[in-house]
């Protein structure tokens, strides 16, 4: 099982980006898929979590500038982020639980994102 994010780069305060996380491999099912950040110096923590229902929760600082979903049949996350601050300046990385033999957790690995002022 394998989780690709893409997406990442430099971009000026205010503007926006695309993030994509695909899954791939032997797997039945995905339940819960989420997006961390991990600025530098500091702990990895959520930014935006989305159910296979579509139900979503995002933290404090993201919500009502980034959208997370998915596109079940293509076993794909997004996150577009709009109005973008510096402090969104980060690696993100994907995360998501997915049934192989049993329920486990899986990380991608990062996408760099840069906000400059």
């Known amino acids: 099982v394998q989780l690709q994010a893409s997406g990442g780069g430099l971009v000026q305060a205010g503007g926006s980006l695309n993030l994509s996380c695909v899954a791939s491999g032997n797997f039945i099912a995905i339940h819960r898929m989420s997006w961390y950040r991990q600025a530098p110096g500091k702990q990895r923590q959520l930014v935006a979590s989305i159910m296979h229902s579509g139900a979503t929760d995002y933290r404090d600082s993201v919500r009502g500038r980034f959208i997370i979903s998915r596109d079940n049949a293509k076993n794909t996350m997004y996150l577009q982020m709009d109005n973008l601050k510096p402090e969104d300046t980060g690696v993100y990385y994907c995360?998501?639980?997915?049934?192989?033999?049993?329920?486990?957790?899986?990380w991608g690995q990062g996408t760099l994102v840069t906000v400059s002022s």
């Open positions: 995360n998501a639980d997915l049934r192989t033999n049993s329920w486990n957790n899986f």
